[in-house]
Structure formats: C-alpha cells, structure tokens
C-alpha cells in the first residue's frame, strides 16, 4: 500500500486553510480507521484528497497550537518548541531582528535558561543566521564547522556543540522578523529536504501567528492606556473647580479647555482667613507629565492654604521644594493674586500678564515679579499691590489664549485679547470667559490646538 505524500502549505485544500486560520478554537484533525490522518471539511466528511501523513498532522498540530494563542511570549514559545518537534531536533531557538540595531537578539531556546538567552545576540552581518534574515533565504548546513558563515560565538557562550543546522527566515510580506534555527538532528545525518519543506511551510504561519500576537498586545496596551488616561482625567477635572465660593463682593468663572485628554493648566480660587486667593498656572508641556505637576503644585497650594499661611510669601518656599523633584527642563509659570478689602496683592512666576480694567475700561497688566518655578528658586520675587474696587475686572489666561494660531500661522495675540475685553466689559463674568474661549476657538478654526486654553475673570462688585 502505498503511503501518502507530505503536503506544502502552498498545496493544502481551501478547507484545510479555513480550518487552521478561522478562529480561536480550530477544529481538530481525526484519524481515520487506517491510522493515516484526515481533516474533516465543514459537512464532517473526509475529502480524499486532504489525506495526511503524520508528519503532515503534526505541522496541522504545530499550527493550530501557535494560531490559536494570543501571548506573544507563547506564541515564540510555541513556535520554538513545535519547530524542534516537527524536525526532531536535539535544540531550537528564535532569534528576532531589532531593526533599529540591525542585530539579531535570541527571545526562546529550547535549551538555554533566561539569564543565558538574554545574553546572545550578534550584529546582522554576522553568523549563518544573519546571512538568512539579510537574504530571506534558507540555509540547510550538514556540519557548520565547513561553513565560513559561522559565527563560534553563541556556542562559545552557552556551551551547546552545534553540527546539523537548519536556519529559515520569519517573514511578515518583505519585512523579515527573524529566524528559526534547528540544531542537531536527533537520528544522526542532515537535516533533509522534507524537513526543510516542513520548517518552511511552519515559519510562514508562525510570522503570522507573532504578527497578530504582537498586534493583539499592542491593542491590550492601548486599551490598559486608555483606562488609565481616562481615570487620570477624572481625577484631574475632579482638581480644577467648577464652581468657586467667593465673599460677597466677588463675582468668579473659569473655562479650561486642555490640548490633549489631560492638559498641564491650572485654576484654583479659595479663600484663606480674610483674604481670597485666585491663581492660574501652566506647566511646561503638555499630556499626563505635565497633569502630574499640575496635580501636585495644586494640592501643595491647598495644603500650605489649609494652614492659613500667606501663599504669596511661599512661592519662595513651593519653587524651592519643586526645583528638587521636577525633571530637569520642567517649569511652571504660576499668577496668584489675593483680594483683600479694596486691593489686589498679586505675584507673577513668569506667567502671561494678568489684566486689571476698571470700571471707566482702564487697564493695567499685572507683570511677571520673578522667574518660572524650577528655574532659579534662589532668585528673589516681589509682591506687587493694585486697588481693585467696585465695578473692577481682572482677567488671568495662560498662553493658549494669546499663541493660538490660525490657519496661516498668525496668533491670536494680545491686541484681539484686549479689543475683545473691552467689548465684553459690561457682561457677566461667566459670559466674558465664554466668549473669549469663543473668540480663541473661531480664531484657529480648520487648525489642531496646540496648547492648553485657561481662561479666568474675578469681578469686583457692590457686596450689598
């Protein structure tokens, strides 16, 4: 009786296909009486021509076991092991090009333990298996001691006597992901044509099998990301206040609109004893890292607040404490102003000018008295005092209002700041900071904003 012939990938029936690639549990192959291995087709039937050798089941096994898992770490294990099975190797490993590099460095043996296999690794022009992922093609060597290509270094290292040696190339279209190398025949001899058709036909379902896996982890990672931006931003919005609890005779809004999901602006208005502080803030940069300075210059202004110190004179004391933790290059600009009886006691870190109108449209822009915080905190600061009664307005924004660019590149700038503060001048304070975000937003419209939009206005009014 004749025995069945070893099928290529190339030339496995449609059915067999659909049964390896269509989904996480892929039906199993079953025996039939004569022991010879068929492949059932969607009715249950056994097509003739889908008869498999053994050799042929144990590549549907291999296959299965590798595109049915999701890891990417099992999946290498997988492929490795599968790969020494399906050859009857003595050892096999994978070994994966670092593009960047150009090196191939090992990510699963057989017979190598983690502390050794982290280790090995070699630049692309070297060794057999740089000669195969450089060309993409297979390399079948009876005894590597003959071969010029062999680099004696990985066997130097591990101490594994390596003589038969069978490399293919893990392949993602032209993009080559790196090899699979077999050692060591277990019967003796060569590796053989079949078991070279067979390693083949295995690493370009295993390519596909890492690609996806790598893509499913790269969607994990984005998902696990995406939670933990999410809570951050609660927790951030949760930071800045949606409403304020000012002394009569003051009247507050605030609008922020970050750049990205978590942005690096700060607002705050609290009162401590008998003064009302009002601050804004921006941190240099933008995204999580610039929310976390955020955060924490936030909770130190509260905390300082809670113990009824005067805040302005411990800016001194917050730039000292944050140069000390902040990464080098990380600054952040701070206007906290204090309202006390009819005056207005204010400090500027280096922040955009603050604007004081009066009732009759007189302004007055309230300049930086000293540096960022986390420049230079041995540098003194002054306080400045303005009077600031009835009918009065002060505007605090950080520089996505007055930088916004349009879409020939011109910004917004500090003359539309003005002309529309004055335009608004006898609205609310909730309506003057909404359509001053308005008027920022129709600006730039058609371009992607580039940075945090705070905007805040205190109204001086008859507490009676």
Not at 51 to 66: F, K
Not at 197 to 218: D, I, P
Request: hydrophobic share 40%; proline share 5%; with cysteine.
């Amino acid at each position: 009786m004749s025995h069945p012939r070893l099928l290529r990938v190339g030339e496995l029936p449609n059915e067999l296909l659909t049964t390896l690639v269509a989904g996480p549990e892929p039906r199993r192959a079953t025996a039939c009486p004569c022991r010879a291995y068929r492949v059932p087709s969607a009715t249950g039937r056994f097509p003739r021509e889908c008869t498999l050798d053994g050799r042929s089941a144990a590549l549907l096994h291999a296959l299965q076991s590798v595109l049915r898992e999701h890891d990417f770490h099992r999946v290498l294990r997988h492929v490795m092991h599968a790969a020494r099975r399906l050859t009857h190797a003595e050892a096999a490993s994978v070994f994966l090009l670092d593009h960047h590099r150009r090196r191939l460095m090992m990510a699963a043996s057989t017979n190598l333990p983690p502390r050794v296999m982290e280790r090995v690794g070699f630049p692309l022009s070297t060794g057999i298996a740089g000669w195969v992922a450089r060309t993409g093609e297979t390399a079948n060597i009876g005894d590597v001691s003959h071969d010029p290509r062999h680099y004696a270094g990985v066997g130097d290292m591990t101490g594994f006597t390596t003589r038969g040696y069978l490399c293919v190339p893990l392949k993602a279209g032209s993009r080559i992901l790196g090899t699979i190398q077999v050692l060591n025949r277990r019967q003796g001899g060569c590796f053989s044509r079949d078991d070279q058709g067979l390693l083949e036909a295995f690493a370009v379902v295993a390519s596909l099998a890492l690609q996806k896996s790598r893509m499913h982890e790269a969607e994990l990672r984005k998902r696990r990301m995406e939670m933990e931006l999410s809570v951050a931003q609660s927790f951030q919005r949760k930071m800045l206040p949606r409403s304020f609890d000012p002394p009569a005779g003051l009247r507050i809004s605030a609008v922020n609109l970050p750049a990205r999901r978590m942005g690096g602006d700060l607002y705050d208005g609290f009162a401590v004893g008998q003064r009302y502080y009002v601050m804004v803030g921006d941190v240099s940069g933008k995204g999580p890292g610039a929310a976390l300075w955020m955060a924490s210059l936030s909770g130190l202004l509260r905390y300082l607040g809670e113990q009824e110190l005067d805040l302005l004179a411990q800016t001194v004391t917050i730039d000292a404490h944050l140069s000390k933790i902040m990464p080098a290059g990380t600054f952040i600009t701070l206007l906290m102003a204090a309202v006390e009886n009819d005056m207005l006691v204010f400090s500027n870190a280096g922040h955009n000018p603050g604007l004081l109108i009066t009732g009759e449209g007189d302004v007055t822009q309230l300049p930086a008295t000293g540096l960022p915080i986390g420049l230079f905190p041995a540098l003194p600061r002054m306080v400045r005092h303005l009077p600031f009664r009835t009918g009065d307005r002060v505007v605090l924004y950080t520089d996505g209002v007055v930088e916004a660019q349009n879409r020939h590149g011109d910004m917004y700038g500090m003359d539309r700041l003005l002309a529309l503060v004055g335009r608004t001048l006898n609205r609310s304070a909730e309506d003057a900071a909404d359509a001053l975000v308005r008027s920022v937003r129709r600006y730039a419209a058609g371009t992607e904003q580039s940075d945090d939009i705070t905007v805040m206005i205190i109204d001086r009014t008859d507490p009676h």
